[in-house]
């Protein structure tokens, strides 16, 4: 049974940095590929950034500059680094990930809430 388990969230000046932590239950090498997600009250999930088994990594288009996705293989962790945090980025946090032959994102953390004071 897959569990993730998220960390790091909390409140953050405008500004400021934040690094939200993503620990998995077994070898973080057994998962095709994770990603982080997003959702606000009101809003759509949106993705956030992903990496593959690979180490290829992706951040979506508008938050590249300011958020950077990597892992830690020998701490089966994945981490989420968020610099020059804006109030627009207050939001749930997840990690989610996914096995081999699997599709989209079967298994999700519990969240992590993310507020920026501005």
């Known amino acids: 049974q897959v569990h993730l388990v998220e960390s790091g969230g909390g409140l953050v000046q405008a500004g400021g940095s934040l690094k939200l932590s993503c620990v998995t239950s077994g070898n973080i090498a057994s998962f095709n590929a994770m990603a982080w997600f997003r959702q606000a009250p009101g809003h759509e999930r949106e993705q956030v950034a992903a990496?593959?088994?690979?180490?290829?990594?992706y951040a979506a288009y508008s938050l590249k500059d300011r958020f950077r996705i990597s892992r830690d293989d020998a701490k089966n962790t994945l981490y989420l680094q968020m610099n020059i945090a804006k109030p627009e980025d207050t939001a749930m946090y997840y990690c989610a990930a996914r096995l081999d032959g699997e599709t989209d994102y079967p298994h999700w953390g519990q969240g992590t809430q993310v507020t920026v004071s501005s």
């Open positions: 990496m593959n088994r690979g180490g290829d990594a």
